[in-house]
């Protein structure tokens, strides 16, 4: 109501409508009158007020059916209407709140239009030139390139740039505006392990299907920028997208945000990354075994009885992988070699660590490890002329803990 109040004041128009459907048909047709030809219709966020009450399925639902009363009035009036122009974050589903407007046209995955909400490199290179010096080109890159929506050039998250040019420091400016309490929620929930969101699949269903009451996770997280198009294939003529984070700024902050989750302190979990660091780096084996030993060992019972983990193997890989990624380490989720798929390659400090992980039933099967050898999972990364440690990571799903954590050279 206050932006139509506002709309009214700026323009003269008057209006004794009581509802905000009256009111702005009432405010299309006087201005198309006024000035004498059809009017431009401009809504920014159209999706705010439901995504800011995601966690509050009923109110969230009585805001959709708001909106669903008031958008339909661009269709009823589009004799009076030039132009209409929505952006949001989300598109939620024609049916539940486009229902009275399906004349649109939907451009978020246009490769056409796919470089109009991002800066370039171009743009880095040609506009934002004199704020270059002094900053390393390729950092930024890595912090915050990486936005694609099926066009051949990936983009800039703007607000970061900005920031970025401002404070002169990298930051996960973008992420941190909100936090994403009801998206990790969601994870946990559907027993999302972390290994698998830098390789999610989606079709152009999926990914347009988006509504309060059913949000697949990888609509969820493809809307809502944490996720992006990282390459597609024609399967059978249906378009098949694969997803993966964007940048090193979401893959680090989402990763940290699940590690809080777990945690629930904030001051131990940096203590516990802080940690994690230093042993690489002083390639302490036996500290990261005590280290994460201790972290499995402080998450309370009740979590485990209070979320459905089908796949204890994933989600107990996924807590090694959130913390090495919540340093913004190079990882590499089951790398491919003609031997098969090691669960998870790190590198780091000119040192390549190659990990596997098993659920076991007895206190050491030697399975991991096992495995690491006979596969030859090292073989590919020989070339690199760096040192390779295969670490295998058996758990015990009784005992909820590291059973085994096994350190080999290769």
């Given amino acids: ?28 047709q006087m201005l198309h009158s006024q000035a004498g030809q059809r ?3 401009l809504v920014d966020e159209y999706d705010k007020p439901i995504l800011d009450v995601l966690d509050e399925p009923e109110v969230a639902r009585a805001n959709r059916d708001f909106l669903r009363g008031l958008y339909s009035t661009i269709k009823s009036n589009d004799a009076y209407i030039k132009f209409t122009f929505l952006t949001g974050v989300s598109k939620f589903s024609k049916v539940h709140l486009f229902s009275g407007l399906n004349n649109l046209t939907d451009i978020t995955i246009d490769p ?11 743009d880095l290179d040609t506009v934002f030139a004199p704020e270059l010096p002094g900053l390393d080109r390729d950092e930024i890159r890595d912090w ?24 002169r420091s990298f930051e996960a400016y973008w992420f941190e505006t909100g936090t994403p309490t009801f998206l990790i929620e969601t994870l946990f929930k559907r027993s999302v392990s972390s290994l698998k969101l830098d390789e999610m699949m989606g079709g152009s269903d999926l990914l347009s299907t988006f509504d309060v009451d059913e949000i697949a996770t ?8 944490y996720l992006t198009i990282t390459s597609e294939e024609n399967l059978g003529g249906k378009s098949l997208y694969r997803l993966g984070y964007p940048n090193r700024e979401v893959r680090q902050s989402l990763n940290e945000s699940l590690l809080r989750y777990l945690v629930k302190d904030s001051s131990r979990q940096m203590e516990n990354s802080v940690q994690l660091y230093r042993l690489l780096e002083a390639n302490d084996f036996t500290g990261l075994e005590t280290l994460f030993h201790a972290f499995f060992a402080s998450i309370p019972y009740e979590w485990y009885t209070n979320n459905d983990i089908a796949n204890f193997e994933g989600y107990y890989a996924s807590v090694f992988y ?8 190079n990882i590499t989720v089951e790398d491919s070699s003609s031997h098969g798929r090691v669960d998870m390659a790190v590198h780091f400090s000119d040192h390549i660590y190659l990990f596997e992980f098993k659920v076991v039933e007895l206190a ?3 399975a991991a490890m096992a495995q690491l050898q006979a596969k030859g999972y090292a073989d590919k990364y020989r070339s690199l002329d760096q040192p390779i440690h295969l670490i295998g990571v058996e758990f015990s799903k009784d005992t909820r803990n590291i059973t085994a954590f096994e350190v080999a050279g290769a």
């Fill in 218 to 225: 990888e609509a969820l997280l493809f809307q809502t920028g």
């Fill in 39 to 41: 009017v431009a219709v």
């Fill in 112 to 122: 056409r239009y796919s470089s109009i909400c991002g800066y370039t490199e171009a």
């Fill in 144 to 167: 915050y390139n990486g936005y694609s929506w099926r066009g051949d050039e990936k983009v800039y998250n703007p607000f970061d740039i900005l920031l970025l040019f401002r404070s």
């Fill in 364 to 366: 050491s099967e030697g």
């Fill in 322 to 329: 959130s913390y090495f990624a919540g340093l913004g380490l």
């Fill in 1 to 28: 109501m206050a932006q139509l109040d506002a709309v009214e004041k700026e323009t003269g128009v008057e209006s004794h409508y009581d509802t905000a459907s009256a009111r702005f048909r009432h405010i299309i």
